[in-house]
Every structure is written in structure tokens, then in C-alpha cells.
């Protein structure tokens, strides 16, 4: 099995609501990420995480909250964002980030911001 | 800096034309090079992982091939469902824990 799953798969929110994204994977996989992706570019890394220990933070905007309970789920809380967030959030997992191991991303949820 | 341009940016291709679809490279050493196929707004699905200059992988009606420059996605008597974008993703030695670098892709269109 290799998925890797996302809630919600659509968000609107204001620029002033408060609202998360969460990811999941039962891979065993110890490492797990997040990406923006704006139409018809591809994904950029925002940021990774390594046995639940931020690994990569790619001078993300402060309104972006990352958080890893546990190995198997990964957060992106959301606070005061700019309508230029509006994108496809993608989650991903690897067996690891020493080695090369390939990703295996989650649908994405679409966040429109108004 | 490491870079990866794909080509072309777009290929419309009618159903049973074979083509190939092309990613170039520039990174200082090589630890594997990835394909992954994307539907419209959904995320990136694996294909392959290709790790040495010579080497080929296969699935169904795609084949990867991998040179010390390029990388080619052959599709042989493409269907319809073929129609997607191709992203092509390098880990390179001074990557480290950033992992991947994208090309911008192809967006291929199969015609019945």
C-alpha cells in the first residue's frame, strides 16, 4: 500500500480564519513533507520532516505552522493567510531522507483564500 | 545550482503515436532521478526511480532510460488515459535532505 492521505481535499477560508491541513501515511515512512504547488509549476518544497523532527523549513511564511504528532500523520496549520497562498498543498512520505528514497504524495487540498 | 528542464512544455500526440518526452540535467553528482506522472489537480503519482547512467525501467505502455545528462519517457501506442503532466524530479549529492528538484514538466494530450 502506498498512500498517503489528505483532509480536506477542498479549503476556502478568509484571511483571518485559523484552519489546518492534514496528512497520513501507514507506510512505516519516517520522513514526510509538505509542498506548494500553483498551477502549471511545479511542486516547491515548504517543508521536512525527519522522525517527527523538523528537518527543513525552506524560509516558509510564519503564517504556515507545520506539525508532526507522530510518524504516521503530519499537520499544516494555517493563520492570517494572503490570498497569494491560494495553491494545491501536497503532503509526501519517504522511507527516509539519508538515502534516496522516492515520494509518495497525497490528492492535495485545493485552499482558496478570499 | 542544480537544474532540471524538461521538453517540450506541452505534446499532443494521437492515440497509437509513439513519442518520447525529454528531461536534461545538470547536478553535481547524481543520486536518482524520478518520474512521476500528475493529473489534473491531484497529486504526483510515482513511476519510476532511475539511479545510474544505462539504466531502464518499464510500466505497461512507458519506459524510462537514463544517460549521464537526460532522462527519456518513452510512451509507446499511447492511449487517452496517457493524457497528464510528467514531472521529472533529480536528488542530487549536495541536495541533502532537500531532496528533489523539479522540471516544470510536460503536459501531454492524447487524442482518440
Known amino acids: 500500500d502506498t498512500e498517503v492521505t489528505q483532509t480536506p481535499k477542498h479549503l476556502v477560508m478568509g484571511m483571518t480564519n485559523k484552519k489546518s491541513l492534514k496528512c497520513e501515511q501507514h507506510?512505516?515512512?519516517?520522513?514526510m513533507y509538505w509542498y506548494k504547488q500553483k498551477a502549471k509549476k511545479p511542486p516547491e518544497l515548504m517543508f521536512v520532516?525527519?522522525?517527527?523532527?523538523?528537518?527543513i523549513n525552506e524560509s516558509v511564511p510564519s503564517r504556515f505552522s507545520p506539525e508532526c504528532p507522530n510518524s504516521s500523520l503530519l499537520n499544516l496549520h494555517l493563520h492570517a493567510l494572503q490570498p497569494e497562498d491560494s495553491a494545491l498543498y501536497l503532503c509526501a512520505s519517504s522511507h527516509g531522507i539519508l538515502r534516496t528514497y522516492e515520494q509518495y504524495f497525497g490528492p492535495g487540498t485545493r485552499l482558496t483564500v478570499t | 545550482e542544480d537544474q532540471v528542464t524538461q521538453s517540450p512544455e506541452a505534446l499532443r500526440l494521437q492515440e497509437g503515436e509513439s513519442s518520447s518526452l525529454n528531461c536534461s540535467y545538470t547536478?553535481?553528482?547524481?543520486?536518482?532521478l524520478f518520474w512521476y506522472r500528475q493529473d489534473p489537480g491531484k497529486g504526483p503519482e510515482f513511476l519510476f526511480t532511475l539511479y545510474s547512467a544505462g539504466e531502464e525501467k518499464e510500466k505497461e505502455r512507458l519506459k524510462a532510460t537514463l544517460t549521464k545528462k537526460e532522462s527519456f519517457l518513452h510512451i509507446t501506442a499511447p492511449k487517452p488515459e496517457d493524457s497528464a503532466t510528467y514531472l521529472c524530479?533529480?536528488?542530487?549529492?549536495?541536495?541533502?535532505?532537500?531532496?528533489?528538484?523539479f522540471g516544470s514538466g510536460t503536459q501531454l494530450t492524447v487524442l482518440p
Open positions: 547536478v553535481s553528482g547524481l543520486r536518482g
Open positions: 524530479a533529480v536528488r542530487a549529492s549536495s541536495g541533502s535532505a532537500r531532496q528533489l528538484t
Open positions: 507506510m512505516g515512512h519516517r520522513a
Open positions: 520532516y525527519s522522525y517527527e523532527k523538523l528537518s
